[in-house]
């Protein structure tokens, strides 16, 4: 059995259920979609297959530990808008006021509570797929830029 981290709780964003048909019956096998962040600025996802569900989660967190990436957050929110794109998904994110909270759906908001953000606005657009949301969601968050970072890259004070 694998040990679990305490660093980065996961969240279980989906399940999926597939069945092969075989000449006893039916096959059935599992995947898993994991998000898992420290709460403080570094997130990751993961995508497992097994024949049982405690096998998937366990492979999805594995590469979500692997694949790990760092965010800017500006005091609890994100440094401004932005829009992440994958496939047919589209997912907006807009900084939030103090005391607004996480306004999401549930693959982003997993996406952004794990990276530790607590107050954000977020929309989707298209499909709602959750594995083009969370992947949507991590180019968008992926495409971040602080004001010192922008400074910095200019090489110029804004």
């Known amino acids: ?48 297959k097994g024949a049982e569900v405690p ?24 440094p401004h808008q932005i829009v992440g794109r994958n496939r047919s998904s589209r997912v907006l994110l ?9 306004i999401a759906g549930g ?3 997993s996406v952004v509570e794990s990276a530790g953000i607590t107050e954000i606005l977020t929309k989707s657009y298209g499909s709602n797929n959750p594995i083009n949301l969370v992947k949507a969601t991590f180019d968008g968050l992926g495409q971040l830029r602080t ?6 890259l200019r090489g110029v004070e804004l």
């Open 1 to 48: 059995m694998a040990e679990a981290r305490t660093d980065s709780p996961e969240k279980v964003v989906q399940i999926r259920r597939c069945a092969c048909v075989v000449k006893g019956g039916r096959r059935f096998s599992f995947t898993a979609l994991v998000v898992v962040g420290d709460g403080n600025g570094r997130v990751g996802w993961g995508y497992g």
């Open 55 to 78: 096998l998937a989660v366990e492979k999805a967190v594995k590469q979500a530990n692997r694949s790990m990436v760092q965010i800017p957050i500006v005091g609890s929110t994100i």
């Open 94 to 102: 807009l900084p939030a006021r103090p005391g607004t909270g996480v």
């Open 107 to 109: 693959a982003v908001r």
């Open 147 to 152: 004001r010192d970072f922008v400074e910095r």
